[in-house]
């Protein structure tokens, strides 16, 4: 396997987390140090008096290392200098939502979440910047990302170990703009999807299925919700990366098997990876995923093989250097762990149990779920405190029904937001929705039985 990505990668993400957690004097100190040794290094190659293959890695990590802890010293400088960051009280703000407004807390709270960029503070405008905002689920609901809103906020300090430069909470907003294009014909695909599903299959599974498809796990029921969660299985209904990677490939499948060329494919490639990312939203597993999966394409169209620990490694440093917040992000991290394992363990174990005569799809599946179950452990008990005991049993369960899911779902969610909610093409996506009942009713039957019991997860003790 080809490694050398994997030390830039660390130190990208070491680098941008101590711009997180760091104060601003020792970010500037690691981006000094750091570009001192890269140019030593590179001065003793330069006189020949080192080659390259013994400082070219080094040259490279210090390299990137100063690159990103000097962007993120002038992006804290930034966040402290904005004059958001020093009020307090009541403002009148306009802003730019950058996410859905997505459920927090209980949901008998009806509160909100989403994150907006501030352009304006009264009259004055100002420099974009990012802030975290909560408010009431019935103002907010039905905003869209790029949608433009002015609202009364109550300013406080942001969240520890961000780059955000307030914390706001929100009185009802008032629209000033509408979303750009894209935006609003992903919204409508959505918001279809939801409808035909509703028509077509019961509360449970209704709720179930935009957030298996779509991640949009606004309806999903909140019992269910934790039994998903106490079964390992709520990667399923935040569009984990394996989800993108089953829709994106059976796109490239399908434009290859009528006979386009590499090329060719790899431009549809992109354009499906573009396209589903903004479909299901950019959450931290879905960048990693839609990074790697844009290396694979770009191998694709250079006709050469795309080797998973490079193309890792440059999901990592490129999605850090686009969104430096996901290096303390959970999801981020079990996505990396997880691709990490399967790609150094899950051969190993899928071998050795088709020594054991297993059959070769079972050998595949259980290699995959016990590597992914095995290496994610340890962040989700630093993380949550508990371990799902059912986890590799429940997502061997429910393995053949996700690609089927996954595919047929988005064909339908496109194919209903097609036309009037009446209309032919609503009645074949809802269809295909009802062809997915049984595998929908498998999907909550594994939740409810290996979820709803009580030792279905256990807490787990950690030192200090």
């Given at each position: ?8 990668a ?15 004097g ?8 750091s ?7 590179g001065i ?12 070219g890695?080094g040259?490279?990590a210090t390299?990137?290392a ?10 804290q400088?930034?966040r ?16 730019t ?10 949901a ?12 304006q ?9 990012s802030a975290?905002l ?22 406080r ?8 430069v ?18 609003h014909?992903?919204?409508a ?14 509360p ?6 935009p957030?298996?498809?779509l ?18 299985l709520?990667?399923?209904t935040?569009?984990?990366g394996a989800n ?12 290859r098997?009528?006979?386009v ?10 354009v ?13 597993s ?15 169209f250079?006709?050469?093989?795309a080797q ?15 969104w ?10 079990l ?6 394992g399967i ?8 071998d ?8 070769a799809?079972?050998a595949e ?9 095995i ?8 993380v ?5 005991v059912?986890?590799?049993v429940?997502?061997?369960?429910v ?20 036309g009037?909610p ?5 009645g074949?996506a ?8 049984p595998?929908?009713w ?5 939740a ?17």
């Amino acid at each position: 396997m080809d490694f050398r990505l994997l030390v830039p990668a660390v130190v990208v993400w070491a680098s941008t987390i101590c711009g997180l957690v760091a104060p601003l004097g020792v970010t500037i100190g690691l981006a000094a140090a750091s570009g001192t040794v890269a140019v030593v290094l590179g001065i003793a190659c330069a006189r020949s008096r080192m080659p390259w293959d013994i400082v070219g890695l080094g040259i490279i990590a210090t390299g990137l290392a100063c690159a990103c802890a000097a962007s993120m010293a002038i992006r804290q400088d930034a966040r402290a200098d904005h004059p958001l960051a020093h009020l307090s009280g009541k403002q009148t703000v306009v802003m730019t939502l950058r996410g859905d407004p997505t459920p927090t807390g209980p949901a008998r709270q009806g509160r909100i979440r989403v994150r907006v960029d501030v352009e304006q503070i009264g009259r004055y405008p100002v420099s974009s910047a990012s802030a975290e905002l909560r408010g009431s689920a019935q103002a907010w609901s039905g905003l869209l990302p790029g949608q433009r809103v002015t609202a009364v906020v109550r300013v406080r300090p942001p969240p520890d170990r961000s780059l955000l430069v307030a914390s706001l909470t929100a009185q009802a907003p008032k629209p000033v703009g509408g979303p750009p294009a894209y935006q609003h014909a992903a919204g409508a695909i959505r918001q279809r999807l939801h409808l035909v599903a509703a028509r077509a299959l019961g509360p449970e599974a209704a709720g179930l299925l935009p957030g298996l498809v779509l991640g949009d796990e606004s309806g999903l029921d909140e019992d269910l919700r934790d039994d998903f969660r106490a079964a390992g299985l709520s990667h399923l209904t935040a569009v984990s990366g394996a989800n993108f990677a089953i829709v994106c490939g059976a796109a490239l499948l399908l434009v290859r098997s009528i006979g386009v060329g590499p090329r060719s494919s790899a431009v549809i490639g992109l354009v499906v990876i573009a396209g589903f990312t903004m479909l299901v939203r950019p959450t931290p597993s879905v960048v990693r995923a839609a990074l790697m999966g844009g290396v694979g394409v770009m191998a694709l169209f250079a006709s050469r093989r795309a080797q998973s620990f490079p193309a890792l490694g440059a999901a990592v440093i490129g999605g850090l250097l686009w969104w430096p917040e996901l290096a303390l992000q959970p999801g981020f991290a079990l996505s990396v762990a997880a691709t990490c394992g399967i790609v150094l363990w899950a051969p190993r174990i899928r071998d050795r149990l088709r020594r054991w005569r297993c059959p070769a799809g079972l050998a595949e599946a259980v290699a995959m779920a016990v590597t992914a179950q095995i290496v994610t452990a340890p962040i989700l008990v630093l993380v949550t405190g508990r371990i799902s005991v059912v986890g590799v049993v429940a997502n061997l369960l429910v393995a053949p029904v996700v690609a089927v899911i996954s595919v047929l779902g988005t064909v339908a969610a496109l194919i209903g937001a097609i036309g009037p909610p009446d209309g032919v093409c609503a009645g074949i996506a809802e269809f295909l929705v009802r062809a997915l009942g049984p595998e929908l009713w498998w999907m909550v039957w594994c939740a409810r039985t290996l979820g709803g019991v009580g030792w279905a997860s256990v807490d787990v003790p950690w030192p200090g």
